[in-house]
T-cell receptor, first 114, second 114 residues
């Protein structure tokens, strides 16, 4: 079953603008991860934030985590046309132990127009 | 990062036939691998957890006899879609990697049943 939901489902912006995607989840987690998927391809890991962290940066990416609200956001700054892809949050539910079970949100489709 | 190779990348088969998809971890040993299914414009749905040397653990609603999983070695898991039907047409993705760290995905397999 899906762990959470993302919004917006689709986002269209101009190159150079910032893109913000939100993810909500339902159960307590060990960590939350963001992935990118180009159409018809596998997933690429972007960033992992642990349950005891509140914010993390990686290049043009900024991720926040609010465990009290069970939500996370991914900000892509100074977007580029090459950022066009689908973005998914994924959580490792607390108590899943060492199974490594990863549950995905619904995803946000981002289109960056040149 | 670690490499997970999935083969084939696409396959077309006739209804009633079986299709085998391979997932290999190329530079690390994976005692656990995961199989996901993705319909167009939708998120990844976890189908099953593949355990090396033991039976796979299937998610609720996934038919064990329909989707046979074998994890005979630390670097190879296979998913066999038996007696395929058009509704089995989908994008299948495998995943490996230690728990609670970033996950590594195969390139995905586009299955079309005609």
């Amino acid at each position: 079953s899906q762990q959470g939901e993302e919004d917006p489902q689709a986002l269209s912006i101009q190159e150079g603008e910032n893109a913000t995607m939100n993810c909500s989840y339902k159960t307590s987690i060990n960590n939350l991860q963001w992935y990118r998927q180009n159409s018809g391809r596998g997933l690429v890991h972007l960033i992992l934030i642990r349950s005891n962290e509140r914010e993390k940066h990686s290049g043009r990416l900024r991720v926040t985590l609010d465990t009290s609200k069970k939500s996370s956001s991914l900000l892509i700054t100074a977007s580029r046309a090459a950022d066009t892809a689908s973005y998914f949050c994924a959580t490792v539910p607390e108590g899943s132990g060492n199974t490594g079970k990863l549950i995905f949100g619904q995803g946000t489709t981002l289109q960056v127009k040149p | 990062g670690a490499v997970v190779s999935q083969h084939p990348s696409w396959v077309i088969c006739k209804s009633g036939t079986s299709v085998k998809i391979e997932c290999r971890s190329l530079d690390f040993q994976a005692t656990t691998m995961f199989w996901y299914r993705q319909f167009p414009k939708q998120s990844l749905m976890l189908m099953a957890t593949s355990n090396e040397g033991s039976k796979a653990t299937y998610e609720q609603g996934v038919e064990k006899d329909k989707f046979l999983i074998n994890h005979a070695s630390l670097t190879l898991s296979t998913l066999t879609v038996t007696s395929a039907h058009p509704e089995d047409s989908s994008f299948y993705i495998c995943r490996a990697g230690p728990p609670n760290t970033e996950a590594f995905f195969g390139q995905g397999t586009r299955l079309t049943v005609v």
